[in-house]
């Protein structure tokens, strides 16, 4: 009698697990997305960053779920790729928002706004100082979804022809710039250019423009510049901490099954911690090369800098003053970045001022 109940119950567990078959294979369908990418392929890096999240989803979703990245210009342009997203051109999108301020400056507070946040900051900021919700719904706004996959860390200031010595010194000036620093700048009488990755250094070796920042030392030594330009200046005070997104068409992301959307948001996160990483080794020994080849390293003067920053203080007030959606944003993410500020001076700095100012560390003779 306990064997016939045992068999029949084992029957039904068998027709249970047939029957749940396709459910299953039904909740993880084959899906196959293209990545239009910001950045060339030289740049390994931060275009490296879109493929190891295409690679992260892969994993996590057996195979399933697979996105093959393209590099800028494969598909589209370098800085049409929110267009392209966004038009369903392509289903994702590896760029910087900040690249988008002309169509809205709120775009800026999702990668970097010129003396804002560091890269720790910035993550705080997105994953709990109320960062998330606020670009959440201002890309609703958009028709889009964006998740942060990837961080370069603090920027250079860039590569100049000529030393900057004062204010005056940037009057005129052709500079390419990326995001909402060129508006900063042309209060100062900067021109600003914004041109993608792979077409700077030939505007700045024909002289179409006189200067040029992108990202740091192994970018820019990669891109050539120091053949160029004899400057090089720092630190980029527009890009303390800049965050590298992936955007998605709305629809299409929340047409994915839960675990895929949970694949995406682990990739974009793991993707983050190790751009950072990667950054902050290649361009100590990048640097290292480049001086040692000939480039003259130089800190932007302190008028220079105080210059700048009032003229973002300016800018900032002036748009948040006709721009309802910016203000809403600028509101929060100012009074965050004055308390993480306070919080940072406490701990960090003083530790940072300390140990990177003392000697090397070997017992003293």
Known sequence: MKRRAFLTSAGVGVAASTLAAPAIA????????????????????????????????????????????????????????????????????????????????????????????????????????????????????????????GNTGTQMGGWFRKEIKTVEDLKGLKFRIGGYAGTIMAKLGVVPQQIGGGDIYPALEKGTIDGAEFVGPYDDEKLGFQKVAKYYYYPGWWEGGPQVSMLFGKEKFESLPPTYKAALQAACADATLDMLGKYDVQNMTALKRLVASGTQLRPFPNEVMQACYQAAIEVYEDEAAKNEKFRKIYDAWKKFREEEYLWFRVAEYSFDRFVYAAPPLEKKK
């Open 26 to 149: 039904q909740s993880a369908p084959e899906i196959k997305w293209r990545c239009a990418s910001s950045f060339p392929k030289s740049l390994d890096t931060i275009y490296g960053g879109a493929e190891f999240v295409a690679k992260r989803v892969a994993e996590l979703t057996d195979g399933k779920f697979q996105i093959r990245v393209f590099a800028a210009g494969e598909i589209v342009p370098a800085l049409q790729v929110l267009d392209a997203v966004k038009d369903n051109t392509i289903e994702c999108g590896h760029t910087v928002s900040y690249y988008y301020v002309g169509k809205d400056p709120t775009f800026a507070f999702d990668a970097a706004m010129p003396f804002g946040l560091n890269a720790r900051q910035q993550n705080a900021w997105m994953t709990h100082g109320g960062g998330k919700e606020l670009m959440a719904e201002f890309f609703a706004g958009h028709n889009l979804v964006a998740i942060g996959a």
